[in-house]
């Protein structure tokens, strides 16, 4: 048993904030929040720290596109086909990414790991935690989505060599033709088994949702259409432009992962990317979180990226929310992540300092009770 004397705890629940009380851990489950100190445990002298939940990223590379290897190394991205939903992170996860390292000393607890950006249908995501020696010690959840690119990325891929698709019209028509064979093949009662149409078949019987990467607002309208058409659940990430169309997201319930935000070399599809058009998304209620894309910009700059939303005037808690509940909602793991609660898997942040200061520094980070970083 782990007996934590926390100075101050942000739930991200009801009530949001609490002074001077004990979190008890035990089977790395948070089993109570109470006034009195045990009489029996390892005493954690949090007392004059922040406590928090442990941060989520719900886009990343990470064990695929591993930290100091170089691009030769990378095996997040198979570009030699645009329809690729069988393929699986998992296969090509390596749990030794240094970058892995970087988050648990970031804070991160959790991460999806996803195929990469060239084919249209990219393959299957997981859910990985920090803590184990081996990818089968680290999945949390497998498969999670089925990763779509209907943004330029996968159009400019096939367009350099001259093939199909190559525009927003033949990427449109891929995915209906796939959708439609999906169908098809679930009808047959004796069919060899083809893992492409499994994969795509896990979406169409809202199985998993389908990930689907949009920059502009056409590309997102056309994103929620298949939504409509085939009754499908769906994540849209980056959507630059959704605060253009923010009302019919929010009617439409789709959660949104935006950034990241300390990026440069913005081209014109990505106009839109920066941080305050998330404001639009916070005044109309809609679920979103913030992603590093790792290793875009690094793992363990998700809690420094948060603060820009502080800057572009939403409060402090709803801010870290994106990093915290909110994923663990879109992730559909909020019912044991993501808030401070007895029940709760012990994933906790510890803070030198209130959340946002230049004093604040992550020095603690206990991941499902197990210590993955300390420094205090």
Same mark, same amino acid.
């Given at each position: 048993?782990?007996?934590?004397?926390?100075? *101050?705890? @942000?739930?991200?629940?009801?009530?949001?904030?609490?002074?001077?009380?004990?979190?008890?851990?035990?089977?790395?489950?948070?089993?109570?929040?109470?006034?009195?100190?045990?009489?029996?445990?390892e005493f954690v002298d949090a007392?004059?720290?922040?406590?928090?939940?442990? +941060?989520?990223?719900?886009?990343? &590379?990470?064990?695929?596109?591993? #930290?100091?290897?170089?691009?030769?190394?990378?095996?997040?991205?198979?570009?030699?086909?645009?329809?690729?939903?069988? %393929?699986?992170?998992?296969?090509?996860?390596?749990?030794?990414?240094?970058?892995?390292?970087?988050?648990?000393?970031?804070?991160?607890?959790?991460?999806?790991?996803?195929?990469?950006?060239?084919?249209?249908?990219?393959?299957?995501?997981?859910?990985?935690?920090?803590?184990? /020696?081996?990818?089968?010690?680290?999945?949390?959840? !497998?498969? +999670?989505?089925?990763? %779509?690119?209907?943004?330029?990325? &996968?159009?400019?891929?096939?367009?350099?060599?001259?093939?199909?698709?190559?525009?927003?019209?033949?990427?449109? &028509?891929? =995915?209906?033709?796939?959708?439609?064979?999906?169908?098809?093949?679930?009808?047959?009662?004796?069919?060899?088994?083809? @893992?492409?149409?499994?994969? =795509?078949?896990?979406?169409?019987?809202?199985?998993?949702? @389908?990930?689907?990467?949009?920059?502009?607002?056409?590309?997102? #309208?056309?994103?929620?259409?298949?939504?409509?058409?085939?009754?499908?659940?769906?994540?849209?990430?980056? &959507?630059?432009?959704?605060?253009? %169309?923010?009302?019919? =997201? *929010?009617?439409?319930?789709?959660?949104?992962?935006?950034?990241?935000? !300390?990026?440069?070399?913005?081209?014109?599809?990505?106009?839109?990317?920066?941080?305050?058009?998330? +404001?639009? %998304?916070?005044?109309?209620?809609?679920? +979103?979180?913030?992603?590093? /894309?790792?290793?875009? =910009?690094?793992?363990?700059?998700?809690?420094?990226?948060?603060?820009?939303?502080v800057k572009i005037g939403i409060?402090?808690?709803?801010?870290?929310?994106?990093?915290?509940? /909110?994923?663990?909602?879109? @992730?559909?793991?909020?019912? #044991?992540?993501?808030?401070?609660?007895?029940?709760?898997?012990?994933?906790?942040?510890?803070?030198?300092?209130?959340?946002?200061?230049?004093?604040?520094?992550?020095?603690?980070?206990?991941?499902?009770? #197990?210590?993955?970083?300390?420094?205090?």
């Amino acid at each position: 048993m782990i007996v934590i004397k926390a100075g *101050k705890i @942000l739930t991200m629940r009801d009530p949001m904030v609490m002074e001077g009380k004990y979190i008890i851990v035990e089977d790395g489950i948070i089993t109570d929040i109470s006034s009195a100190k045990p009489t029996m445990g390892e005493f954690v002298d949090a007392s004059k720290m922040v406590v928090l939940p442990s +941060f989520i990223d719900p886009a990343t &590379a990470l064990g695929l596109a591993e #930290e100091g290897a170089g691009f030769d190394y990378y095996d997040a991205d198979e570009r030699t086909n645009p329809s690729l939903p069988q %393929l699986r992170s998992i296969d090509a996860f390596y749990p030794k990414d240094q970058g892995i390292k970087d988050a648990a000393r970031g804070g991160v607890s959790y991460f999806v790991s996803s195929p990469g950006d060239s084919a249209v249908f990219s393959g299957l995501e997981g859910v990985f935690s920090v803590r184990g /020696n081996t990818a089968d010690e680290m999945i949390r959840k !497998f498969p +999670f989505a089925l990763k %779509l690119n209907m943004n330029y990325s &996968a159009r400019i891929r096939w367009r350099s060599e001259g093939k199909f698709p190559s525009t927003k019209m033949g990427i449109l &028509a891929l =995915i209906r033709e796939k959708f439609e064979k999906a169908k098809s093949y679930s009808k047959k009662k004796e069919k060899e088994k083809d @893992l492409e149409m499994e994969s =795509i078949l896990k979406v169409l019987n809202r199985e998993i949702p @389908l990930k689907v990467a949009v920059n502009t607002r056409d590309e997102i #309208e056309k994103a929620l259409e298949l939504k409509r058409d085939y009754n499908i659940d769906i994540i849209l990430q980056e &959507a630059e432009d959704s605060f253009m %169309l923010a009302d019919q =997201i *929010k009617k439409e319930d789709v959660p949104i992962i935006v950034g990241p935000y !300390f990026m440069a070399g913005r081209m014109y599809h990505q106009r839109h990317h920066y941080a305050k058009y998330a +404001f639009d %998304l916070y005044e109309k209620g809609i679920l +979103f979180s913030l992603t590093t /894309n790792h290793p875009q =910009i690094p793992v363990n700059y998700l809690y420094h990226q948060s603060v820009l939303l502080v800057k572009i005037g939403i409060p402090e808690i709803d801010a870290i929310k994106t990093i915290t509940i /909110n994923p663990a909602a879109i @992730l559909g793991m909020d019912s #044991e992540t993501g808030t401070v609660e007895k029940g709760k898997k012990a994933n906790l942040v510890f803070l030198s300092d209130e959340i946002y200061t230049l004093k604040s520094e992550i020095v603690g980070h206990l991941v499902e009770g #197990e210590w993955v970083w300390k420094n205090f």
